[in-house]
């Protein structure tokens, strides 16, 4: 998940992620949500469907999370076909201390959606629209829309976006900044059941907190975005480059000289270390995309092909099909449903060799001591960031505008989250963050909180500088903290 290979990038990631619930809700007693959702005078919606696990098909008909590692638990489903029923069971759920998660496309790695158990999941699955506007060049979609949803009608309509509302980086946004940076409005359900509109000229310090923080004050019914003409046509040059084991130093030694700050604003690199069955070992990936002149990307990606690669594939692809053909469809992989993945990462404004390297044979011997760890994998985004330094730090509450690189530990494993090679696995991951950590260029910890674990400081997702104002419109518009299961805010800070 992670249109990446893992992550945001992603093609399944949402573009929109709700929120969750307390956890001074969480518990086994409660109401009975069967007799509670099954009564006669709920009066839902015609098309409301409520589901119970256990029931025939209960995990076909429902939103299952992709990854099963520290997973929320749910006594029942319920998936509302319109918005009033959104707001009925944001109601109920806050009356009756009922603990709940709004899921769009079941994603995200965030260890703190396992703190719900035995809730209620309100499965925003019928929330599904999309609509372009290509007069006003703008985008509405709805609250479970993902991005592989969105790439074929934009593309279609001639329009490209580089997303969710934890900031939204990618390969674009050197060109047109963050997702948030082209978020025009949102339409959501408070926790007072209360369906608003938030943008630049309404609930405006709201429109602020959701640019960054918002699965922490409501349900997403749907969200409008400017989007931008496709770039050259659409038409995008790309490059997957594979690295041997022997050649990954010279890699690396390579890939430091980059800087996001200088590298044309089109052009976006990708770095993976992974297991490659083909070569029987470990290996360095490297795919780059670029939507400009052949001429002029054979020339930028010429120190690294001037390395001899053990294998390079050039390609000449539209948009709509970047996500899913770079990468030697290494997102297929990462993305496997029902599978534990554990996730780390660490966001830097220096790109560290001697790290990389360093990772590179942590991971090398993770693979040939625990081989059923092979489906983990280190990820290095290095993107462009002049669109989205020209946005003033303090207009949106995404914190990390400097990032040069977003350094994601992603581990895989098939055996018990307590087995040897889980815990194996896990103890490099932090071992890894710890060390990226130090050479990162901050002062501290720094995270795009999509990328979170979930075990850091709230500080490190939302910034010293931008959690007080990020509480007070917590206080304002959760009072109770109904939506908490999402790297959650803090009550207060320090």
Request: with cysteine; hydrophobic share 40%; aromatic share 12%.
């Amino acid at each position: 998940m992670l249109g990446k290979i893992a992550s945001l990038l992603a093609v399944s990631l949402p573009l929109v992620l709700a929120g969750g619930a307390s956890t001074a809700l969480i518990g086994r007693a409660g109401p009975n949500l069967r007799t509670l959702l099954s009564e006669p005078g709920r009066k839902w919606c015609s098309g409301t469907q409520v589901f119970f696990p256990g029931q025939a098909n209960y995990t076909a008909l429902t939103t299952q999370r992709w990854t099963t590692y520290e997973a929320p638990s749910y006594l029942a489903s319920i998936k509302p076909s319109c918005v009033e029923d959104v707001q009925r069971i944001v109601k109920l759920c806050a009356q009756r201390n009922i603990p709940f998660l709004a899921t769009g496309g079941g994603h995200g790695y965030s260890t703190s959606f396992g703190k719900l158990d035995n809730g209620l999941e309100l499965d925003l699955g019928g929330f599904k629209g999309i609509s372009i506007d290509k007069a006003a060049k703008t985008m509405t979609i709805g609250g479970a829309v993902t991005f592989g949803d969105v790439f074929d009608p934009l593309y279609a309509a001639g329009f490209e976006i580089r997303g969710t509302l934890g900031g939204g980086v990618g390969r674009y946004q050197g060109l047109h900044g963050l997702i948030v940076d082209n978020l025009l409005s949102l339409e959501m359900v408070t926790a007072a059941g209360n369906l608003i509109t938030v943008s630049a000229t309404e609930n405006t310090e709201l429109f602020w907190g959701m640019r960054g923080a918002g699965f922490n004050y409501g349900v997403v019914i749907n969200a409008t975005y400017t989007v931008s003409p496709l770039t050259n046509g659409g038409e995008v040059q790309v490059v997957d480059f594979i690295f041997s084991k022997e050649q990954n130093e010279t890699f690396f030694n390579t890939l430091a000289t980059m800087s996001a700050d200088t590298l044309p604003p089109e052009m976006a690199l990708l770095t993976y270390v992974d297991y490659n069955a083909t070569y029987n070992g470990t290996t360095a990936i490297l795919d780059i995309s670029y939507p400009g002149p052949k001429d002029k990307f054979l020339e930028l990606v010429k120190p690294f092909s001037d390395l001899n690669p053990a294998y390079t594939e050039f390609q000449t692809i539209p948009w709509n099909r970047l996500l899913r053909q770079l990468g030697f469809q290494l997102n297929d992989l990462v993305c496997i449903k029902e599978q534990q993945h554990s996730m780390y990462s660490v966001a830097t404004k220096n790109l560290s060799a001697p790290d990389y390297i360093a990772a590179f044979a942590g991971y090398d011997k993770l693979y040939a001591d625990y081989p059923d760890t092979r489906g983990s994998t280190l990820e290095i985004e290095i993107f462009p960031t002049q669109a989205v330094l020209a946005v003033p730090l303090d207009s949106t509450a995404y914190p990390w505008r400097d990032v040069e690189a977003q350094v994601m530990i992603q581990m895989s494993f098939t055996e018990s989250p307590t087995s040897p090679a889980a815990n194996a696995a896990n103890q490099l991951a932090r071992d890894l963050r710890a060390a990226f950590t130090k050479t990162s260029g901050y002062d501290e910890l720094e995270i795009y909180v999509s990328y979170a674990h979930g075990d850091e400081d709230p500080a490190s997702w939302y910034g010293k500088d931008k959690l007080p104002r990020l509480i007070e419109l917590k206080r304002e518009w959760d009072p109770k903290d109904i939506f908490r299961y999402d790297n959650p805010l803090p009550s207060s800070y320090p």
